[in-house]
């Protein structure tokens, strides 16, 4: 077991960590259901630990930017990754990013590692551990006949492609693990909306990702996320890596088109069976993630800690009408997104919101919490406040000047499911 380790000249306890990225994950949605109880194990998480909010970069709202500065503590001109598309015209992967994310840095550090689903995380980089890139959740859309019907039910496809995971044996391993769409059960969709029984039929029968239509957005975050979590589940109990980290894309998914059935009253349009049936889609798909962190923490070892955070938050469109389709937004004013961090050593704080924290905090912020140094060639800051007197005393800062003189330079490769990333981005209204 390796509960200690030489790192630099200082023996360090390692602490176990696991983080939820949420994309959008919003305290407009989140904090009254806390009040009406629907999500215990945010709410618990909150309870024992720091809770605040997470400032995004002003400069851009394209995920794949936000959660490679958030892994990276750097600002995009850093770390390369500046859109959806790089400059010569592909969707961004790993190998355009031009520093060490924090999978990277804790690896050299000596933690091992498990990261599920991160954006731009194809190919695997090496890692002391294991990374599953984003391409698992896009493998499926390969190899269908019609652009018309290209959400495929296998993914057999992704066998086929070269670093889907780290170690490259893992996608083997995980491949039963991964759900299609016709293998969740009515109820587990039926959490999120409502279907009588013609609509439950004409659910079944969605095999594509389409902008205008919504229920088809619904279900590929459904599949996608789920299958996620039930990697993150499996590496935590299988392999326990020191820090887990998984990623959702649903909720930032949902919010974008499904606000306008939440406030039906700003949107022209909505249907009293739209109400009806999607009214509480945004905040069931949030019960959902609550259980997923409930299932989380039930297979953490004790005394692991736990960060949640988004990228940005949400709300609903100023102007209705936008091309993309989004009833929700967060291009325009550019929202805070959450942080709750629960653990030995974090301030047990709940009456209070911590303010003035930013995405380019957190790998300063987990670095300094795991023992390691911070880079002085980072953006962001320790957030000093979230830690208790005592351990701020037993964990003097140590910096180093950078991280990056080890890496090795990565040739910039295309994907093979470039075309389908392009697809879905566009499905999504991302790109146009
Ligand atoms: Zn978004």
């Not at 790089?86 to 498990?114: C, H, Q, W």
């Not at 937004?329 to 030995?344: L, V």
């Not at 919101?353 to 912020?365: F, K, N, R, W």
């Not at 800062?397 to 080890?406: A, G, V």
């Amino acid at each position: 077991m390796s509960g200690c380790e030489w790192l630099g000249s200082k023996k360090i306890k390692k602490q176990k960590l696991v983080i939820v990225g949420i994309d959008a994950g919003t305290w407009k949605i989140i904090l009254p259901l806390l009040r009406e109880g629907r999500l215990p194990n945010f709410q618990a998480l909150m309870e024992r630990g720091s809770s605040g909010y997470l400032a995004t970069l002003k400069t851009t709202s394209a995920s794949p930017v936000l959660w490679t500065s958030i892994l990276t503590g750097k600002l995009p001109e850093k770390h390369g990754i500046k859109g959806y598309i790089s400059v010569r015209g592909f969707p961004v992967n790993s190998t355009m990013r031009k520093v060490k994310d924090l999978a990277e840095i804790l690896s050299d550090g000596g933690y091992t590692v498990g990261f599920v689903g991160f954006w731009a995380s194809w190919p695997a980089q090496k890692v002391r551990g294991w990374l599953v890139s984003d391409l698992v959740s896009l493998g499926r859309f390969k190899d269908s006949q019609a652009s018309a019907n290209w959400y495929v039910d296998d993914y057999s496809y992704l066998l086929k492609i070269k670093k889907v995971t780290y170690p490259e044996d893992l996608l083997k391993e995980l491949y039963p693990l991964l759900l299609s769409p016709h293998q969740i059960p009515r109820e587990f969709y039926q959490r999120v909306c409502e279907f009588n029984d013609r609509e439950w039929e004409e659910f079944q029968k969605i095999h594509w990702v389409s902008r205008t239509d919504f229920e088809s957005l619904l279900k590929y975050s459904i599949v996608s996320d789920l299958n996620f979590q039930r990697i993150a589940l499996y590496l935590l109990k299988e392999k326990k890596p020191e820090v887990l980290a998984v990623y959702f894309e649903g909720p930032d998914i949902i919010e974008h088109f499904f606000w306008r059935y939440m406030e039906p009253e700003y949107f022209s349009g909505v249907s009293e069976r739209e109400k009806e049936r999607f009214g509480e889609t945004i905040r069931n798909y949030y019960q959902v993630i609550d259980d997923y962190i409930g299932e989380l923490r039930a297979s953490a070892e004790p005394g692991t800690a736990f960060l949640i955070i988004s990228d940005h938050g949400m709300e609903r469109v100023i102007k209705e009408g936008s091309e993309a389709l989004h009833s929700g937004s967060h291009a325009q004013k550019h929202p805070d997104g959450i942080m709750i961090f629960s653990g030995p050593g974090i301030k047990a704080q709940r009456d209070k919101m911590v303010q003035g924290a930013s995405l380019l905090d957190i790998t300063p912020t987990i670095l300094y919490y795991l023992g390691l140094p911070v880079a002085e060639d980072m953006d962001g800051e320790v957030l000093m406040e979230l830690f208790t007197e005592e351990f701020l005393k037993s964990h003097p800062l140590k910096l180093i000047p950078t991280y990056e003189k080890k890496r090795k330079r990565i040739k910039e490769q295309a994907s093979p499911l470039d075309s389908e990333m392009v697809k879905k981005l566009r499905a999504l209204g991302y790109i146009h």
